[in-house]
């Protein structure tokens, strides 16, 4: 059982490169979401689709864009990485009742 | 304010004893409220999720939810050093929206 698959699971970035998270589900779930998790802080929301199509944004979007391009991929791009961006990111997928969690993605910008 | 709140600890309980964690939530329109347990360079794992008001069970497990005070709490009854880590408390909204709180650590000493 894949559940939700991230990748890379590290990347290590030059201040104003770009690059793309990709995430994908195999449990058909509609709802997906993109969080960043910084040392002692709990999970921060950056975009979040509901369903295949929509997108809308969370507590920290600015730096980030999203694509859903189909019911099982939510990808995320940083355009011009920032030193700020430096994380662990989190994709999820869920059903109403669980949120089913990727990896993470640890993401260091120098 | 953010939307959910928690205190970050660290929570220390010597093993065996009840460890009580707390959350509050801004939005009155919450509908689903979740516990989640996050080990150290680990993902998110659910634990307990709660929908009504009231107290839900499951084993060592119990959550507390009072939508009139917009608190959940997490109960963990006769706790073991294999509970020390992480508990994230989320908030899912009309709009499908999962918001999490910044978390409690949690250390059970033996």
């Known amino acids: 059982n894949a559940g939700v698959t991230q990748t890379p699971k590290f990347q290590v970035l030059k201040t104003g490169q770009s690059m793309t998270l990709q995430c994908a589900q195999d449990m058909n779930h509609n709802s997906m979401y993109w969080y960043r998790q910084d040392p002692g802080m709990g999970l921060r929301l950056i975009y979040y689709?509901?369903?295949?199509?929509?997108?809308d944004k969370g507590e920290v979007p600015n730096g980030y864009n999203v694509s859903r391009l189909n019911k099982r991929e939510f990808s995320l791009r940083l355009e011009s990485a920032a030193p700020s961006q430096t994380s662990v990111y989190f994709c999820?997928?869920?059903?109403?009742?669980?949120?089913?969690f990727g990896q993470g993605t640890r993401l260091t910008v120098v | 304010q953010k939307e959910v709140e928690q205190n970050s600890g660290p929570l220390s309980v010597p093993e065996g004893a009840i460890a009580s964690l707390n959350c509050t939530y801004s939005d009155r329109g919450s509908q689903s409220f979740f516990w989640y347990r996050q080990y150290s360079g680990k993902s998110p794992e659910l634990i307990m999720s709660i929908y009504s008001n009231g107290d839900k069970e499951d084993g060592r497990f119990t959550a507390q939810l009072n939508k009139a005070s917009q608190y959940v709490s997490l109960l963990i009854r006769d706790s073991q050093p294999s509970d020390s880590a992480t508990y994230l408390c989320?908030?899912?909204?009309?709009?499908?929206?999962?918001?999490f709180g910044g978390g409690t650590r949690l250390m059970v000493k033996p």
């Open positions: 999820a997928s869920s059903e109403a009742l669980k949120a089913f």
């Open positions: 689709s509901a369903s295949e199509g929509t997108t």
């Open positions: 989320a908030v899912r909204n009309a709009g499908n929206m999962l918001t």
